[in-house]
């Protein structure tokens, strides 16, 4: 009798039954490498009977005699099926099952087990319940054991072949991913042509006849651009009356051709109650701003959308008004659904963290009243003192935890308050080391501690800064394997005290930095997981830090490498003494220092109270609200300093800066930008544009204290 084929040719179409409709039908080879097949069996001629019914060029039958030699194989190879004995010396075929299935690795092989002695029901129901597929009777149907045997190679070719669509589709994604990047690299090349030709433009002849051939030729040319971009674009005359609109604008204004709206006053194009905003938009880009704005328009059908509306000059005349204004809408609509739904939900994911919180805090209070009755009760019964102590300990660890959530939402919703005073920073670093000594000394660790030898001040909340510090002692001893060792160490740099944690504990992987401060933060790690947690402690002491005007890093050279966390916090400078008093060596006493401070911002409240405090400091002070302004009171009021708002309208802060400097007095003021913009790219801008000192606001008294009295001494001298 001959057996049904385990398989068929390369490219052969096929069904899951064979010819006869018996479910033994071939299996399709995807592909040329031979299936792996293990058999286990400590008869060597059961393993040769094995090989002969199972034999076929498209599986390689590997065979095992022994338990070991069986895991030695699934460890080198990968497997679509196991077929396995029952009764082995040294390890039965149910005690090698269940190990395979606490492997991740083999977990998902087929089992299918032989025997020819455990044949009760009792066995078999055992074999299923180690995982196999399929549990046969010695001696074994040939044709019975390669049709299922078939079926697991099909299925695991299948499975093969599933993956390595997988990985094609996914392949494809990528390249798709590739084009839309070089799509994008395109429009901003785009886009930096239109910018490079309008500055071309507002350089040509002043001839009025070579002035409108080179706007008709720029037309033609944005025109061109116009047509390509899914946002509405429209040309504007001086007027704002629409010269020409591509074909989204025809949606956007919900007109049959884009034809209609030429000649139209733009800003009658919108409704009511925009026009007016448009209008002072469209007079700003008349003086060459960019003006950005948002505006809701209403459809016919009532649906709302809403529009980021970008107004430019892209052609002055020569007495510098506009003659041609870029009107650009983008329907933003979509976007600001999703940023209001993720508002929504981060707003509902705090209510509930403070909710929770509160809500468990309760049960927490009658469990400690009863720990204190029982001390008091039975205060010498040692197993009992064992129990209240575990009660106790994992009582404060829980509210610890909830403290923490609560804090974290505080922080989030902006209600946390500061209790700040100044403070020195050993007095911080002791209440922390109190706060995490349990922590550390359960583990074993070693702590050294060194601080600068000359007391450091800070100005901050007590509590608050010994909850960071103790909080990243404890993550320290908690991510650091037994025996380890922490370091606590302070120095100063650029008017910051720097406070550093580092420990010799599991490290954290390069790819994990950027996400270690989330909230609910775990690092994917075995050995992480072990320590558990809610992963909240380095979010709350990053949002304390932030609060007291500091900043908190992390740094690791990756895995098995320990971490180091950096504080950066504000040093509080020696306050300026009014009743004179500073004596240098060689000099007399010099009294209260006073100057010329001139404070300009267009934010009325801002400039009135900024000033107010600097003349109860002590100082001359003049406040105007606009740069035109500020540059004719500075002319008559000379400062030594001015502390410049840069958004203003009309003359922003740097042309006010560039303007002072350009004095012949304007060489020596001291000039300090003020603004809510912070990165790196902002400092160069005022760097560039002739400021001394770029402050972010809220500013910091003490700085603005220390920069004027280094500003005095520089005028003595």
Request: charged share 25%; proline share 4%.
């Amino acid at each position: 009798m001959s057996l049904p084929p385990l398989r068929r040719e390369s490219g052969e179409e096929h069904s899951p039954s064979g010819p006869d409709g018996s479910g033994t039908g071939a299996i399709v080879r995807l592909h040329t490498d031979p299936i792996n097949i293990l058999i286990v069996d400590d008869e060597p001629r059961n393993l040769t009977v094995l090989e002969t019914i199972l034999d076929d060029p498209g599986c390689r039958l590997v065979r095992a005699e022994s338990a070991d030699q069986a895991l030695l194989a699934l460890v080198a190879k990968e497997f679509a099926l196991l077929i396995l004995d029952v009764r082995m010396p040294s390890m039965t075929g149910f005690e090698l099952a269940t190990l395979i299935r606490r492997r991740k690795k083999t977990e998902q092989v087929p089992i299918i087990f032989l025997t020819a002695y455990y044949n009760e029901d009792r066995h078999i129901l055992e074999g299923y319940g180690t995982g196999a597929v399929d549990y046969l009777h010695k001696p074994v149907d040939p044709i019975i054991l390669r049709s299922k045997v078939a079926v697991f190679v099909d299925l695991y070719r299948k499975s093969r072949a599933l993956e390595f669509a997988n990985r094609a589709l996914i392949a494809e994604v990528s390249e798709r991913r590739e084009a839309q990047e070089k799509l994008r690299e395109l429009n901003e090349t785009l886009e930096r042509r239109v910018e490079e030709r309008t500055a071309t433009l507002l350089e040509q002849s002043k001839l009025e006849q070579a002035q409108r051939e080179e706007l008709r030729a720029s037309e033609e040319f944005n025109r061109s651009l116009m047509e390509g971009t899914a946002d509405a674009v429209q040309i504007l005359d001086a007027e704002g009356r629409v010269l020409h609109a591509n074909g989204p604008s025809r949606v956007q204004m919900e007109v049959a051709e884009v034809a209609r709206l030429h000649g139209e006053d733009w800003c009658s194009l919108w409704p009511e109650e925009s026009r007016q905003d448009l209008r002072r938009a469209v007079q700003r880009a008349r003086g060459g701003e960019v003006v950005s704005l948002t505006s809701i328009r209403t459809g016919s059908n009532g649906t709302r959308t809403w529009w980021n509306v970008s107004l430019s000059a892209v052609r002055t005349s020569y007495e510098g008004h506009a003659l041609r204004l870029l009107a650009v809408s983008r329907d933003v609509t979509e976007a600001r659904e999703r940023e209001q739904a993720l508002r929504e939900s981060d707003r509902q994911k705090d209510n509930f963290i403070a909710t929770l919180a509160h809500e468990l805090r309760n049960p927490l209070a009658p469990i400690r009243n009863a720990l204190t009755l029982m001390r008091r009760l039975d205060p010498l019964n040692p197993q009992l003192s064992w129990g209240r102590d575990v009660i106790d300990r994992q009582v404060t660890q829980m509210t610890r935890l909830l403290e923490d959530l609560l804090d974290v939402s505080r922080i989030t919703r902006s209600k946390l308050t500061l209790q700040c005073e100044d403070i020195e920073l050993a007095t911080i670093v002791e209440q922390a080391i109190e706060i995490a000594r349990p922590a550390i000394d359960e583990a074993n660790h070693v702590l050294e501690v060194a601080l600068p030898e000359n007391p450091l001040t800070l100005y901050g909340d007590a509590t608050r800064l010994a909850q960071v510090v103790s909080n990243l002692l404890i993550n320290a001893a908690k991510y650091t394997p037994p025996s380890g060792k922490i370091s606590l160490t302070a120095r100063v740099a650029q008017g910051d005290v720097v406070l550093s944690v580092k420990d010799t504990g599991i490290g954290i992987a390069p790819e994990h930095l950027s996400r270690i401060f989330e909230m609910f933060s775990q690092i994917p790690s075995s050995k992480a997981r072990t320590h558990g947690g809610l992963g909240i402690g380095l979010a709350l002491a990053q949002g304390l830090t932030e609060l007291h005007g500091g900043s908190l890093s992390a740094q690791s050279e990756g895995l098995d490498r320990g971490s180091e966390f950096l504080v950066h916090l504000p040093l509080r400078q020696p306050a300026l003494s009014r009743e004179g008093a500073g004596v240098q060596a060689g000099s007399a006493p010099r009294a209260a220092v006073t100057c010329r401070v001139l404070v300009v911002d267009d934010l009325r409240d801002n400039a009135d109270s900024l000033g107010m405090v600097l003349q109860s400091m002590g100082h001359e002070v003049q406040v105007v609200y606009d740069g035109e302004q500020a540059l004719g009171v500075a002319e008559q009021f000379r400062p030594h300093a001015a502390l410049i708002d840069l958004g203003m309208p009309n003359v922003d802060g740097y042309e006010v800066c560039r303007r002072i400097r350009a004095r012949p007095w304007g060489a020596a003021v001291l000039l300090i930008a003020q603004t809510g913009w912070g990165q790196e790219f902002d400092r160069r801008r005022t760097a560039a544009a002739g400021f001394d000192h770029h402050l972010v606001k809220p500013l910091r008294w003490d700085v603005i204290e220390s920069l004027l009295l280094r500003a005095a001494g520089t005028r003595r001298e």
